[in-house]
Antibody, heavy 118, light 112 residues
């Protein structure tokens, strides 16, 4: 059974950096796109970007390009979401999800709550 | 990349059927049969309940059904139950998104 396990909740101050992770368990890590989805407090789901672990092909939402970095480590079957300089507006729940057959996000991580506050 | 348009809220009484619309364009819903629907209870992880317009993943109740006509997809919940109270999101493959996807704005379903 495929599972995505995310790193724990984080609290940071504005301007700080942060890297959260999403570890894939099961077979075929390199064969499916992994997405990061943001949910700001009380708001809807927003697709931030996707990465294909097989060749590290990475795509970003135009509204977030340059603000975050998505990366993969095939040796640990993990995908990462990284900020160099957090803002209060980055406070949100972040989910990773696998895009399975049928173009559906069929497996989701449990979510990582990021709080940015001074 | 514009989001797919959903009604902000839909409500119904137990046992009733309700339908949530998801309006897109000819470059997303109208172009592909890759519409998915997700259910999210408060504080919980989203869960796929429909994929490829009308298919249900294993374990999903047959009270949930999906359809598409032109640029509009729909999710129907039959025999509404209290446990169906949640937020629902549609997604579609898209030719105008560099992410190949576009999400819907979300619909809050309330069981009266």
């Amino acid at each position: 059974e495929v599972q995505l396990v995310q790193s724990g909740a984080e609290v940071r101050q504005p301007g700080e950096s942060l890297k959260i992770s999403c570890e894939f368990s099961g077979r075929t890590f390199t064969s499916y796109w992994i997405a990061w989805v943001r949910q700001m407090p009380g708001k809807g789901l927003e697709l931030m970007g996707t990465i294909y672990p097989g060749n590290s092909d990475t795509r970003y939402s135009p509204s977030l390009r340059g603000q975050v970095t998505i990366a993969v480590d095939k040796s640990t079957a993990s995908v990462y979401l990284q900020w160099n300089s957090l803002k209060a507006s980055d406070t949100a729940m972040y989910f990773c999800a696998r895009r399975g057959d049928g173009w559906v996000f069929d497996v989701w991580g449990q979510g990582t709550l990021v709080t940015v506050s001074s | 990349q514009s989001a797919l348009t959903q009604p902000a809220s839909v409500s119904g009484t137990p046992g009733q059927s309700i339908t949530i619309s998801c309006v897109g364009t000819s470059t997303d819903i109208g172009a592909f049969n890759f519409v998915s629907w997700y259910q999210q209870h408060p504080g919980r992880v989203p869960k796929a309940i429909i994929y490829e317009v009308k298919n249900r993943p294993s374990g999903i109740s047959d009270r949930f059904s999906g359809s598409k006509s032109g640029n509009t997809a729909s999710l129907t919940i039959s025999g509404l139950q209290a446990e169906d109270e949640a937020d629902y999101y549609c997604t579609s493959m898209s030719t105008t998104s560099n992410l190949d996807y576009v999400f819907g704005t979300g619909t809050k379903v309330t069981v009266l």
